[in-house]
């Protein structure tokens, strides 16, 4: 029984899909303007837990992640860089693709843009304005505001009274009736903006407002109501406040649960483009590889801040090699058994992994859950025993938990050696097994001295020898 907390309710409540079998699921993409830093990563890699986790339990997932390819930030930042703006976005929203592939999110079911919806987009500002919930500025910009005076329950899901909110800072506050009404179409301004970001509307041309969008996407492949919206915690307002409030004054009944995950933050700070503190992916996947850094991130709750450091990470990193090495050692003891082995079917997560990913997707949980089954299987292993179905199973059990999270390094998402350097392992490979074969050549000659001082050559390597009796195995220090 799946239980989620609804940041609208602020309580962890049975997660009840609307139409059985089957879920709806919204998340706000980024404003592809820049190279994504890490910090942008954390909410694809948990909504696609969340996904995953569904689809594990047989629902159904409809899954719409979106891009805003077109604001004020990416008209600036192709303005100084003297290009079109929609190449900029374009060349932007691949970098993202290419991130995100990275670290195994998997594609959403559909990832709409803005400017490819702006007729739907219209259609509801204009349900808006016939309903007496948004208008036209009397001030000639072409701008439309929502009216947030015209629906009592703005700020529910923030719990703000409009009196304590601060003025909207999307557009210029002249042709306002409250300064925290906000912008739902935004009058193109010649002098500064290209004909190519305006398109023709009922109110003169222009372009769609940053939460209006939202709304409108949602709807169109969502329906009226689905199940889930989520997002940043910094987008709970304004930009979450504003798509509900907008779309319930349409009459549309909107999101069921609403889900915020927390920052990646550097100095206490969110890790943001504006405060300078952002690492960009590619970087820090030169030190590391994607799985190791998706292992990373869901090491914490998903409503949980994380300080990132590159120490935390290395942590991170060498704790996930354990469970991979655990992972090889089980397979490399099936194929060293002569008599053919039966394939073991799927695995099934351990119980406390269900319990941890049911208690509102607990990722630490249920990270500890597979510590503790790759330790039974170890134990297993350091046994010798003849029985490898037990092996097998707790080698599949793995397996089955680390797919639910993005991280079962068989993934072919992951490419060859999970995504490290192919040939790079190949050559360490080669050296090490001429060191093995020269080091069983003194032993078979008596010569001891000489066998101990490869073993120890290779253990100031990083490099643990394990003597079996179908010969040396070898793996990175510490992995055992």
Not at 93 to 102: I, Q, S
Not at 190 to 201: D, G, H, L, Q, V
Not at 350 to 361: E, I, S, T, W
Request: charged residues 25%; aromatic residues 8%; proline residues 6%.
């Amino acid at each position: 029984m799946l239980r989620l907390y609804d940041t609208a309710t602020r309580d962890v409540r049975k997660f009840v899909p609307l139409v059985d079998g089957r879920a709806g699921i919204y998340v706000c993409g980024l404003t592809v303007q820049s190279e994504p830093h890490v910090g942008h990563l954390r909410s694809a890699v948990n909504f696609d837990v969340l996904r995953r986790w569904l689809e594990h339990g047989g629902v159904e997932v409809t899954f719409i992640r979106n891009v805003t390819d077109i604001d004020d930030k990416i008209l600036a930042k192709a303005a100084e860089q003297g290009r079109p703006w929609f190449s900029l976005a374009y060349d932007m929203h691949r970098e993202l693709t290419k991130a995100l592939a990275a670290i195994n999110v998997r594609p959403p079911t559909y990832e709409p843009g803005a400017t490819g919806h702006v007729p739907e987009i219209i259609e509801l500002i204009a349900e808006l304005v016939a309903l007496g919930h948004a208008y036209a500025a009397e001030d000639g910009s072409g701008d439309v505001y929502f009216d947030v005076r015209s629906w009592p329950s703005y700020g529910e899901l923030t719990r703000q009274g409009i009196e304590d909110m601060e003025p909207a800072g999307d557009a210029d506050p002249r042709g306002k009736r409250d300064p925290r009404d906000f912008a739902l179409w935004k009058g193109w301004k010649k002098e500064s903006e290209p004909e190519t970001a305006a398109w023709p509307a009922p109110w003169g041309r222009g372009r769609p407002g940053w939460h209006i969008e939202c709304s409108a996407m949602a709807g169109k492949y969502l329906g009226p109501a689905f199940d889930i919206h989520g997002g940043g915690v910094d987008l709970r307002f304004p930009h979450h406040e504003n798509e509900q409030a907008q779309s319930r004054a349409a009459g549309l009944p909107f999101a069921s649960y609403w889900l915020h995950n927390a920052w990646i933050t550097t100095a206490g700070e969110k890790m943001s483009k504006s405060l300078g503190n952002s690492l960009l992916v590619p970087a820090v996947l030169e030190r590391v590889r994607g799985i190791d850094l998706r292992f990373y991130m869901l090491s914490a709750h998903y409503r949980s801040h994380v300080e990132f450091s590159f120490e935390a990470l290395d942590d991170a990193a060498a704790g996930f090699r354990r469970i991979e090495g655990f992972l090889e050692r089980a397979e490399a003891a099936a194929s060293s058994v002569v008599e053919p082995v039966e394939t073991p079917g799927p695995g099934m997560p351990c119980a406390d992994f269900v319990n941890a990913m049911d208690d509102d997707l607990g990722t630490p949980a249920a990270v500890a859950a597979i510590y503790e089954v790759v330790r039974e299987g170890n134990r297993l292993l350091a046994e010798h025993s003849p029985d490898l179905p037990p092996v097998r199973g707790t080698a599949a059990s793995v397996r089955a938990m680390l797919g639910v999270l993005g991280l079962d390094p068989a993934d072919p998402a992951w490419g060859p050696a999970t995504g490290g350097d192919e040939r790079l392992a190949a050559a360490v490979d080669a050296l090490v097994a001429d060191l093995l074969a020269e080091r069983e050549e003194a032993r078979a000659a008596k010569d001891f001295a000489r066998g101990d001082a490869i073993r120890d050559r290779l253990r100031g390597a990083g490099i643990a020898l394990e003597d079996t009796p179908t010969g040396a195995k070898w793996t990175l220090e510490g992995l055992d």
